[in-house]
Each structure stands twice: as C-alpha cells, then as structure tokens.
C-alpha cells in the first residue's frame, strides 16, 4: 500500500493507548509537557477515542515518538519507551479487543496478537520465519531521525514482551535485530528463546 502525505493511517486507539501508557509512567503533567512541546496540546483535552477509526497522519505519530527524545534524552526516552510499550499492551487488554484471540494456542495467540498491533497501527507486519516469529516495521516512528550504534526502538520491545506474557508463552523475549537509526532499511524484532 502505497501512503499518501498526509492521508490519515493511523487509528484513534493506538494514539489514545499511547497517551494512556505514557500517562501511567510519566504522569498527566508529563502528558502535558511532551504534548505542549510538539505543538499538540490539543490532544490534551481533546484525546482521541479507543476506535478503530483512522484519525492520525504518520506525521502526527512521527511527532510524539520524536518529542520523548527531544524532552528526555536518548537514554530517558529508551527507558520510558519500554515501560510505556508494556503499559499500552495493558491498556489495550483492558479495552478487551484481544478477548478474540483467547482460544488459540499460546504462540499462535501471541502472533495474532502482534498482527491485530499491525493492522491498528497501520504498520509492521508480524511473519513467522524459520519458527521464529518476527515483527518488522520499515514505518518505525520509534528511531525517527535518531541515529546510533544500538536499536532505538524499546517501546515496541516492552510491548512484545507485555505480549508475550499475556499470551503465557515462557522461556521467550524480543531482541531488536535491526533498527533504522542504526543504519538498517527496517526496524525489525525476534521472538526468541531467554539466554
């Protein structure tokens, strides 16, 4: 799919959530500094609802990932992005949209889990290679315009793993194996066994 500039990709709920974990660790006043400082204080008043309903350009997206960075430093923000990645996957339990998917086998579950991520978002695509399940996202708003020598992109870390513990899959964690501010085409992450 081919996405035009400015055409709304992004649904309601993955924002909502997103304020909601960052809410939870940061508290309303820091909502409010990361929101007022991208120029998006209106989301203050104004959130979003938890529909499916796409609102939100790439470009809105672009601009919360980018203020936690300019706000809190590259070190902050990779420790917040990993606590609000598992807090968003607690807020989305909590909306109950993944109650579908309680029947499948554990891994399965998990997979299907990460592909209901991907068509929210309108990201990534979750592809089960080799047994390994993978999450690759070349749309990362995560490592926008960062650059470094290790994988930016913990939000989406803390939420895989949130979701591999909702889904009651043991012994597993998610490894960023490349990440674009790196250098990398894609943001990519594996499921793979606990050292």
């Not at 420790?79 to 998917?101: C, N, P, Q, W, Y």
């Not at 086998?105 to 047994?131: N, P, V």
């Not at 470094?148 to 012994?171: H, Q, R, S």
Request: contains cysteine; proline residues 2%.
């Amino acid at each position: 799919m081919v996405k035009i500039m400015g055409e709304k990709t992004v649904s309601n709920v993955v924002i909502r959530v997103l304020l909601d974990a960052t809410e939870d660790i940061l508290g309303v006043n820091g909502v409010k500094a990361l929101l007022n400082y991208g120029n998006m204080g209106s989301l203050i008043e104004n959130k979003p609802d938890y529909s499916m309903e796409k609102g939100f350009t790439d470009k809105d997206f672009e601009a919360l990932s980018v203020n936690y960075y300019k706000i809190l430093g590259t070190s902050g923000a990779k420790a917040v992005f990993r606590m609000v990645g598992a807090s968003t996957v607690k807020h989305v339990i909590g909306t109950g949209v993944l109650e579908s998917l309680k029947d499948f086998e554990k891994e399965e579950k998990l997979f299907k889990a990460i592909e209901l991520y991907c068509l929210a978002s309108g990201r990534g695509k979750a592809k089960i290679e080799s047994g390994k399940i993978i999450f690759d996202n070349p749309e990362c708003t995560a490592c926008k315009n960062q650059k470094g020598d290790t994988p930016f992109c913990t939000v989406y870390n803390g939420m895989l793993d949130e979701f591999i513990k909702w889904a009651g899959v043991k012994g597993l964690k998610s490894v960023e194996v490349k990440c674009m501010a790196m250098g990398d085409d894609t943001c990519s992450w594996e499921i793979v066994p606990v050292d």
